[in-house]
């Protein structure tokens, strides 16, 4: 089950930075300046922080079988993400951008919720290899950018639409609901209030929330800040972002293993204390050798998302079992809420002092999360 769900996660989250990796030739083709480019990505985390809200708000992610809003959602954000192939100008795209992220409201956290409701003992690990997915799947359109150098954008954009149907079908023909989350549970319309009386799912989603401010503006940034370093080399910066977050699942998996042994709040602090100091050495790599750019992305991409599935474990295991999915959506909402900021502040950080100097703001997110992640060791 863990590996139908982690394909279907695969498959399902490349409609997330399918427009992104093709950023460059659409930016070119709709004279796009480095705001609205920007907005390629944020589009999909408002959409999606929208999505979450409406999710979390009504119950849905408890009322409704997982398994249906997984498959529902990749079919909506597939439709989405392909109508941007003829979409006539860039207030359309965007506009499409949004609605597959709400789309992907849908995908994320459901597939979060049925992996929590296979295993217990082990939910680190298995939260590890779902997140890993997650990082597979938003790296893989980096990697075909890289892979099909003259591969038109439209080409590259539905083909995520055609992976993600796929990822959908695997999860509503093949994938049963776990026996340790409730598939579907009453309508609670106290949802809200219940989940966030605990203390322990309030440090959880603190920490979470230091570690969104960091990682999605790493991941979106990424390549351009590789280009730049390499001479703007868009292709190499391709490889930089796809070797980055494709480096960020194995350190899910490995922190998942680690955290079912020693602690999960305790391997997620360690995680966000060394991505922050990725993040405020990052200027010495700036023009570096492709060598040392690669060494950092390594390092940098395995610490910034190792500690993301430890969260939502926390979260789960401090959450009662009917509100599991509810606790999960808000979460995530108010954690991509966040990442809009820290992701649009790049590229005026980067005008200012330069895009060497463009990641040093983000390391305070992932130190007071780390901060969060030391109470609640302290206090379990």
């Keep these: 089950m863990l590996l139908l769900v982690a394909a279907g996660e695969v498959l399902g989250m490349t409609l997330w930075f399918s427009a992104t990796a093709a950023g460059p030739s659409v930016a070119e083709e709709f004279a796009l300046d480095a705001g609205l480019r920007a907005w390629l990505t944020m589009a999909v985390q408002a959409g999606f922080v929208a999505g979450t809200l409406l999710t979390a708000v009504t119950n849905a992610a408890d009322a409704i079988n997982a398994r249906r809003l997984f498959a529902a959602g990749c079919a909506a954000g597939a439709a989405c993400n392909a109508a941007i192939a003829v979409a006539p100008g860039v207030g359309t795209i965007i506009a499409l951008r949004f609605l597959t992220g709400a789309s992907l409201a849908w995908v994320y956290p459901p597939g979060m919720k049925i992996a929590a409701g296979w295993f217990l003992d082990r939910r680190g690990t298995a939260l590890g290899v779902v997140v890993g997915a997650v990082g597979v799947g938003s790296a893989l359109p980096h990697l075909l950018a890289w892979l099909g ?10 083909s995520s639409s055609v992976l993600a149907l796929a990822g959908g079908a695997i999860v509503a023909l093949l994938v049963s609901d776990g026996p340790h989350v409730s598939a579907s549970a009453p309508f609670d ?18 920490g979470y929330f230091g570690h969104m401010w960091e990682l999605y503006a790493m991941w979106t940034w990424i390549a351009v800040f590789a280009a730049t370093s390499l001479g703007n080399d868009t292709r190499m910066g391709s490889l930089v972002a796809f070797i980055a977050i494709g480096s960020g699942s194995i350190g899910c998996v490995l922190a998942g293993q680690w955290a079912d ?3 999960k709040a305790r391997i997620a602090g360690g995680a966000m204390l060394a991505s922050a100091t990725c993040a405020l050495i990052s200027p010495w790599f700036y023009g570096a050798p492709l060598a040392l750019l690669l060494a950092l992305a390594i390092v940098w991409g395995f610490t910034v998302v190792a500690d993301s599935a430890q969260f939502s474990a926390l979260v789960a295991e401090h959450t009662a079992r009917t509100h599991v999915g509810t606790a999960l959506t808000l979460q995530t909402s108010a954690g991509f809420l966040l990442t809009m900021i820290s992701m649009r502040l790049v590229p005026p950080m980067s005008a200012i002092a330069g895009w060497e100097w463009a990641f040093v703001f983000l390391a305070p997110g992932p130190l007071l999360g780390a901060i969060a992640m030391r109470r609640l060791a302290v206090s379990s």
Excluded: E
Excluded at 149 to 158: F, S
Excluded at 189 to 206: Q, W
């Design 261 to 263: 042994r020693w602690g």
């Design 149 to 158: 150098t003259g591969l038109p954008w439209r080409a590259l954009v539905v």
């Design 189 to 206: 319309r106290h949802a809200l209030r219940v989940v966030l009386r605990n203390r322990g799912t309030r440090l959880a989603m603190l």
